[in-house]
């Protein structure tokens, strides 16, 4: 019901800085967002979570080893995510995806549902 499209990815060299988007629609049920956020996995490792925003709040949260290099923002009037991601390092490389944790309306009432994107790849190296 709600559909997540990523872009942004690509291969970038070490120290460089990139800006992931993701953006959320409906393809005709009324939602509301309660959070998104980015995770992402390295090939033969598990799905991390990387940070998460609080979408009527705003309040942010990072997994530790990316502090303070990658900022996720939002906006609502679009319904996007944004990833910026700075000082890159080849440990960085991944497939990024996005998630949002949404309220959809149906008949009987709000039903809270979590979606992914598709995937989109970062690649950093020399």
């Known amino acids: 019901q709600v559909q997540l499209v990523e872009s942004g990815g690509g291969l970038v060299q070490p120290g460089g800085s990139l800006r992931l988007s993701c953006a959320a629609s409906s393809s005709g049920r009324f939602f509301t967002i309660y959070t998104m956020a980015w995770y992402r996995q390295a090939p033969g490792k598990e799905r991390d979570f990387v940070a998460r925003?609080?979408?009527?709040?705003?309040?942010?949260n990072y997994q530790d080893s990316i502090q303070g290099r990658f900022t996720i923002s939002r906006d609502n009037a679009n319904n996007t995510v944004y990833l910026q991601m700075n000082s890159l390092k080849p440990e960085d490389t991944a497939v990024y995806y996005c998630n949002a944790d949404t309220g959809v309306l149906y008949a009987n009432g709000l039903r809270r549902v979590s979606y992914w994107g598709q995937g989109t790849q970062l690649t950093v190296s020399a």
């Open positions: 925003i609080t979408w009527s709040t705003g309040n942010t």
